[in-house]
């Protein structure tokens, strides 16, 4: 089965900030006694920083071929603009090496061959339902792929794929000239204003508190690559390997409430706390062991706890309704 998506948790945090390498003209010559020396390339060529910019992607992110993993050469790319949720991201891979039908080890074809940029490209399915891949073969041992992903909508994915499968294929042997794109034009998340600006997660559930929710004492803060300006906090539960998942609080100094990861469907209730409403989402995004419960602050900031219990649908919301009138009580005056 296939195995990009292993590098793409690894590097999530990384994507957004790394650029493509730049590869020195010619081409690499044997050590006499050591054989032919294997070709190395750069997936991150395949897109020109004009195509990615005016695709609406920030700079890709290269991760070379790995015989130990079976993995092609990649670049991983994530949205400019992301405010938008869910954010969508892609992979580029490049494999100059490999036969496509072994590495995708018996994967069934998703539909019929369409000719995108002068070449044949196949949607495959993927472990990942929610992916859409598209491959193109080159040659008896080389191939390229396009991986896209936009949280669960894998009808948009492959759009988008299908978007960007011209302009990686004016890249390779016997692709067309790349197709025109009007450059994007999304608008950049707003500057953080109101209570949220400066607050710090963790102030949100007090020492005292945290033997109510049965978690650490203390929360570990950290920076969001995914949310615009946001920070979070999270407390590991102490149930050891049991059930219960942490409890985690985010702040969205830019993110309306209907902007976060599964917040695009309606709520299946609400919770009344200290005078405000928070609204619950229980399967978040899909999932059935994370459950989700968003307060807006202002029309464009936002708060979110997310917890859950992995085993019984039945608890997956005790946690966050356990503590959001604890957060409630600490939010400060708006």
């Known amino acids: 089965m296939r195995v990009k998506w292993r590098a793409v948790a690894a590097v999530s945090a990384a994507l957004v900030m790394a650029g493509c390498t730049v590869k020195v003209a010619g081409s690499a010559s044997p050590v006499p006694g050591q054989g032919p020396v294997k070709k ?12 990615v910019d ?3 992607f920030r700079p890709g992110a290269p991760h070379p071929a790995s015989e130990q993993t079976r993995s092609p050469a990649m670049c991983t790319y994530g949205a400019k603009d992301d405010s938008a949720t869910p954010s969508p991201i892609f992979t580029v891979e490049w494999a100059v090496d490999q036969n496509l ?16 940029g002068g070449l044949n490209w196949t949607r495959y399915g993927s472990i990942i339902a929610s992916e859409c891949d598209i491959y193109t073969t080159l040659g008896e041992k080389s191939f390229a792929s396009v991986g896209v992903m936009v949280g669960e909508d894998v009808e948009q994915a492959c759009q988008i794929a299908k978007k960007i499968a ?17 450059p994007s034009t ?37 920076n969001s690559s995914t949310v615009p300006n946001g920070t979070f906090c999270l407390w590991k539960d102490t149930d050891g390997d049991g059930a219960q998942k942490s ?26 706390a200290g005078g405000k409403t928070w609204s619950l989402y229980p399967n978040l995004a ?12 202002t029309e464009t900031s936002s708060i979110e706890i997310v917890s859950g219990f992995i085993g ?19 939010l400060p005056v708006s």
């Open 312 to 330: 019984d649908d039945s608890k997956n919301c005790d946690l966050v309704k356990q503590g959001i009138p604890l957060v409630t009580a600490n």
């Open 186 to 222: 999304s608008a950049a998340p707003p500057e953080p204003t109101g209570p949220l600006a400066s607050l710090d997660p963790c102030t949100l559930l007090k020492a005292d508190q945290t033997a109510q929710l049965k978690v650490e004492d203390k929360g570990e803060k950290d």
């Open 247 to 272: 409890f985690e609080v985010w702040l969205g100094p830019s993110t309306a409430a209907t902007q976060w990861t599964g917040a695009d469907v309606p709520a299946t209730g609400t919770v009344e």
């Open 166 to 182: 011209p302009v990686v294929a004016s890249h390779l042997p016997g692709g067309a000239p790349a197709p025109s794109i009007t």
């Open 40 to 51: 190395v390339v750069d997936a991150c060529t395949l897109l020109s920083p004009e195509q």
């Open 286 to 297: 899909g999932t059935r062991v994370n459950c989700g419960a968003i307060l807006p602050m």
């Open 54 to 56: 005016a695709l609406g």
């Open 101 to 116: 039908d072994e590495f995708l080890s018996g994967a069934v074809a998703k539909g019929e061959p369409e000719q995108l």
